[in-house]
């Protein structure tokens, strides 16, 4: 688990070397804003040149590696103070959804010593709903249509309050998670994502087509989705703001999905390369995908994206199919036909020929750090 992980960092989207960079700093249950202010910086030379290399490189066109790179250097100078800052766990105490939705924010600044180094500050601490809320409100005109039917339905709903954090990815965000002694993959809902509308829309024709015919779906290994993790302002956020705008009342957001937990090896891209992988194994999985897909489209339903990374393989060796949004990935589905039952056999198919090109050139390959497929979900 990291001790730090830099959520996104920010800059003016025309170029300017002046430009102010801020980071978003994930950090032992709190929240973290970086600012570093040209302006600021300029009482130092050294330190304004080195913001302006910075700038040249953020502005460059395919270079992800070299831009994540100034991030981590521009994040280490703050560390000792956003340890300092940030609130010290509990030992064996139990952790709750509700501390990762809404944490502690600190507004750090960079400032210049006499030296010329960077010098951390700290600048502010904000209440929890002055730094924007997770999830979407559940009245939202595009939202209302596709997540009323689930409200309506007997789907189980809770508050984050109420759900317990197991583990968390490598990014920080909670993932196994246990409600009501039942261990889910928790997904976090991301306002304004088509992808999840249309996500809502295929599990909902999941949960229909199980209640009418129970048998159907029964055995077929897929990701379903469990229950919804709705948050009412009233209950979650503090002091909030007397002068406040209408629209900025407290009302219900949907935060995220509880869905399937599929304890994991990796995904089918991750393990079938492998050399100890054996032919059996890629045609079982070949087999079981096949027979996935045939009944979602029995029940209405379209993959929408499938690629070997859209599939899960669990301890025991089978084959699960995960992720529900809909879209397409080139090379595996075409454009025109995402999101379909012909772009579900088109990807399937060259699933397969993916498979059998493994299985005619076995190679070995050299096991990176990190790469063995381990707990996970979707």
Not at 188 to 194: A, K, V
Not at 221 to 250: A, F, M, T, W
Request: aromatic residues 10%.
């Amino acid at each position: 688990m990291q001790n730090f992980y830099t959520e996104s960092t920010t800059w003016d989207l025309k170029f300017n070397l002046d430009s102010d960079i801020t980071l978003y700093v994930r950090h032992r249950g709190a929240a973290f804003r970086i600012c570093y202010h040209a302006h600021i910086l300029a009482a130092s030379p050294s330190a304004l040149k080195q913001h302006h290399e910075s700038c040249r490189i953020l502005y460059k066109d395919d270079a992800d590696e070299e831009c994540c790179k100034v991030s981590d250097r521009l994040r280490k100078p703050f560390e000792d103070l956003m340890t300092e800052i940030a609130p010290t766990p509990l030992t064996g105490s139990t952790e709750y959804l509700h501390s990762y939705l809404y944490p502690p924010w600190f507004i750090l600044e960079a400032r210049v010593a006499k030296s010329g180094y960077i010098q951390p500050h700290f600048k502010a601490a904000l209440s929890r709903q002055e730094f924007g809320r997770p999830g979407e409100y559940i009245d939202n005109d595009f939202l209302q249509p596709h997540l009323s039917p689930l409200l309506d339905s007997k789907l189980n709903k809770y508050s984050s309050y109420h759900v317990q954090v197991l583990a968390r990815t490598s990014q920080l965000v909670p993932s196994r998670v246990l409600v009501d002694g039942t261990v889910y993959f928790f997904k976090p809902w991301i306002s304004g994502r088509m992808h999840g509308y249309y996500e809502l829309q295929s599990y909902r024709k999941i949960l229909a087509d199980t209640e009418a015919s129970p048998s159907f779906l029964a055995g077929v290994r897929i990701c379903r989705l469990h229950g919804l993790v709705i948050d009412n302002d009233d209950d979650v956020l503090q002091h909030y703001p007397l002068d406040s705008d209408e629209k900025d009342y407290p009302g219900t957001r949907l935060v995220g999905l509880l869905l399937t937990y599929i304890e994991n090896r990796g995904t089918l891209e991750d393990l079938a390369p492998w050399s100890d992988c054996t032919n059996e194994d890629r045609l079982r999985w070949s087999k079981q995908i096949h027979h996935s897909v045939e009944c979602l489209h029995g029940a209405g339903v379209a993959w929408g994206d499938a690629k070997p990374d859209n599939v899960l393989v669990d301890m025991e060796g089978d084959a699960w199919l995960i992720d529900f949004g809909g879209s397409y990935t080139p090379g595996w589905v075409d454009e025109d036909k995402q999101e379909a039952v012909e772009g579900d056999r088109q990807g399937v198919q060259r699933i397969d020929d993916w498979l059998t090109r493994w299985s005619r050139q076995p190679v070995t390959r050299i096991k990176r750090s990190g790469e063995e497929g381990g707990e996970g979900g979707v």
